[in-house]
């Protein structure tokens, strides 16, 4: 449907295509392999913190994945929750977790955990019923 307005900001925004999960990372690859290999040293450090504070300790990786994907929602940053989605999904995570993490989003960010929370649900949902293909919509 073409809005009434198409150069308002209603108008541009209800023509935007939002994507997420594979739709997100896929063309981000090439441009992050791109810019690892500019700067090594750097991607090398973050791979190091990444490997340490998901490292198993007191909270498990689930616990831990739960967090970055919320904190992905609140950051609106499609990117990392479709990372947060996809490692949360292999980290154990069901439906039922995840849309209550998302519920305590809203609760601490308001109004944008409101758009970025049904886009982040749709994008673990994505990695779930691929890892869980005969699971249906039960998890």
Not at 97 to 105: D, F, K, W
Request: net charge negative; aromatic share 8%.
């Amino acid at each position: 449907m073409t809005p009434c307005y198409p150069n308002t900001l209603w108008g541009i925004i209800s023509n935007m295509e939002h994507n997420h999960g594979t739709a997100v990372q896929e063309p981000l690859a090439p441009l992050a392999r791109n810019l690892r290999q500019a700067i090594p040293e750097v991607y090398a450090g973050f791979r190091e913190l990444h490997s340490s504070a998901m490292a198993d300790g007191a909270l498990p990786l689930k616990v831990k994945e739960l967090i970055a994907f919320t904190l992905s929602i609140g950051s609106q940053c499609d990117g990392c929750i479709a990372a947060h989605a996809r490692s949360a999904s292999r980290a154990g995570a069901t439906k039922e977790e995840v849309a209550e993490a998302i519920g305590v989003t809203f609760l601490m960010q308001g109004g944008p955990a409101t758009v970025y929370g049904p886009r982040a649900y749709d994008a673990f949902c994505e990695y779930y019923d691929a890892q869980h293909p005969s699971s249906g919509d039960a998890s």
